[in-house]
């Protein structure tokens, strides 16, 4: 069982250190008797792992996923809008604060014309520019609704749906190029169901009272747009 436990912990931990240092983590990851020791000499090793999302206090062998991510799962707090959290989220979240920030200061910068900062600033101006959408209303739609009325058969509909697609439309299917899912060396092209609006097929066969309510609330709203759209 400790050999079983130093080879677990030495992947573990080796994984985040250089080729110079393992020699010296590898001696200490072999007494595991003392986890908090190992834990330190870790990072001590400039591995990038945070100690303080560990449980050093607990012996690996006796539970590896408490030792490794005790710390955090303690502390952790899942928002009130989510089912759950994962550090990859919070990676996430942090990653799309930066974004955030990139464009917010590309739309208040003074950038010469042509720019990236100029583009992705003007771009998110416009945006932002609720007054003029408002004036605007369903107006930039107009062309795609030309395009809709003028379609006469399948084959247009089928010319047409591969133009939105290319856009980014992905009702009522989308379509992509993945590597192949049976030969990695080669690519193939897919296309799934895009979805009809709600999440997902139960929620237009749930005859409950939560049910039905999500469904009437979703005709008003699909009527209040057509309204809107002026249709």
């Known amino acids: 069982m400790k050999k079983l436990l130093t080879v677990m912990v030495s992947a573990a931990l080796l994984s985040a250190c250089t080729q110079e240092d393992q020699t010296q983590v590898t001696a200490q990851v072999n007494d595991v008797e003392k986890p908090t020791e190992v834990a330190q000499a870790v990072v001590e090793k400039n591995s990038g792992l945070l100690i303080e999302n560990m449980n050093a206090e607990v012996r690996p062998g006796n539970d590896f996923n408490a030792y490794v ?6 502390t952790a707090e899942i928002a009130p809008d989510r ?6 989220l919070d990676v996430h979240e942090e990653a799309t604060a930066n ?7 590309s739309a208040e910068g003074d950038f010469p014309h042509g720019s990236d ?4 600033g003007d771009l998110y101006a416009s945006y932002m ?6 004036e605007l209303g369903a107006t930039p739609l107009q062309r795609d609704f030309q395009a809709i009325e003028a379609l006469e058969d399948h084959t247009d509909l089928a010319v047409y749906w591969a133009e939105i697609n290319k856009l980014g439309v992905s009702v009522p ?7 192949d899912f049976k030969d990695p060396n080669t690519y193939m092209m897919y296309t799934y169901q895009g979805g009809l609006g709600l999440p997902d097929r139960e929620y237009y066969c749930d005859d409950s009272e939560r049910g039905l ?3 009437e609330k979703s005709d008003a709203h699909v009527e209040k747009m057509f309204e ?3 249709l």
């Open 228 to 230: 809107l759209a002026g």
């Open 117 to 120: 900062e100029q583009k992705v």
């Open 83 to 88: 089912a759950s959290n994962t550090v990859g």
């Open 173 to 179: 299917f989308t379509l992509g190029q993945y590597v």
């Open 129 to 134: 520019d609720m007054e003029k959408r408002n």
């Open 213 to 215: 309510e999500i469904r």
């Open 69 to 74: 991510n005790g710390g955090w799962m303690s």
């Open 99 to 105: 974004v955030r920030t990139i464009i917010e200061e």
